[in-house]
């Protein structure tokens, strides 16, 4: 008896593993013809600074999937099969393109920011990408601004440093995202001079009631101080948040008490109606 329920264990096991493996098929497939089918768009958030009233400083684009029988589709959903898949490349590829383009219509000339998968640092080309994407655009590269994680500086970490400064020497914008999750070793700083350090969504969303998050945060702007560079608060959404981050020293800020992510048109109007 005891060996049946096993077995059986065993089947529904490997049968949900099977279900989970053909769903990914079935996701990668459709997401080959999402950049054709134009179902990918991308939404900008605000990044608003501290110390000028209501004054946009930017936008990051964040990528959504309409697609025609699921509907929306988040990034958490979509952008891990893309890389597992190697359709992150075309992916990154759409990204940059397409934020580079709407930046150019933007009446504020404000900056976009652009996340790149780490799998993005494999391919010899992503310079030359970036490069395409803003000499057919026409963006001035100043307003350009990457995205990128820890783990870029984790693997391969001389190779991928050369690659951020050809980025840079582009005149591209460099941002650490997340940063105070993973393995956050102050060392990375040493490695590259980065524009901005983006403070992970979760120490915001903790420090009212954790000590710790508020030292981290308190660690993280007092080190970026002396090191001269720009602090983002991301996933700020309370006033009190917003007073509170101020307090402590971070000047740029992102989250749904400013604006939630966006279509490009419809930027505007968010505007006139905040959180
Ligand atoms: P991220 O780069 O850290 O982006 C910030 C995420 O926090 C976004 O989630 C944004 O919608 C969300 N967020 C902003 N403000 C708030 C807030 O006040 N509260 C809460 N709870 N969340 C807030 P989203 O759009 O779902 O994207 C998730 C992640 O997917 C991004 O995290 C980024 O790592 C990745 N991603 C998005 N677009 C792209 C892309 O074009 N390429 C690549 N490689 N990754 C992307
Ligand atoms: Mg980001
Ligand atoms: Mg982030
Ligand atoms: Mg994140």
Partial sequence: ??????????????????????????????LREAISGRQL??????????????SIIGYEALMRWHHPVKGLIMPNDFIPIAEESGLIHMLGAYALYEACREATTWEGKQSVSVNLSPLQFKNSSLVSVVEAALR???????????????????????????????????????ALDDFGTGYSSLSYLRSFPFDKIKIDKSFINDMGDSREALA??????GMSRSLDIQITAEGVESSEQFAKLREEGC?????????????SELRLKALDNPA
Avoid at 4 to 11: I, V
Avoid at 154 to 170: A, F, V
Wanted: net charge negative; hydrophobic share 35%.
């Fill in 251 to 263: 000047t740029l800020f992102q989250g749904y008490y400013f604006g939630r992510p966006q279509p």
């Fill in 41 to 54: 768009r991308l939404y900008y958030q605000p990044i608003t600074d501290g110390e000028a009233v209501q």
């Fill in 136 to 174: 057919d655009s026409g963006l001035d590269p100043s307003r350009l601004e990457v995205e990128i994680t820890e783990s870029v500086l984790l693997d391969d970490s001389l190779g991928n440093i050369r690659t951020l400064e050809s980025l840079k020497k582009l005149g591209v914008q460099i």
């Fill in 1 to 30: 008896e005891a060996k049946r329920n096993g077995r059986n264990r065993y089947e529904h096991f490997t049968l949900a593993m099977d279900d989970v493996a053909r769903s990914r098929r079935v996701i990668e497939n459709d």
């Fill in 216 to 221: 981290i945060i308190r660690a993280i702007t």
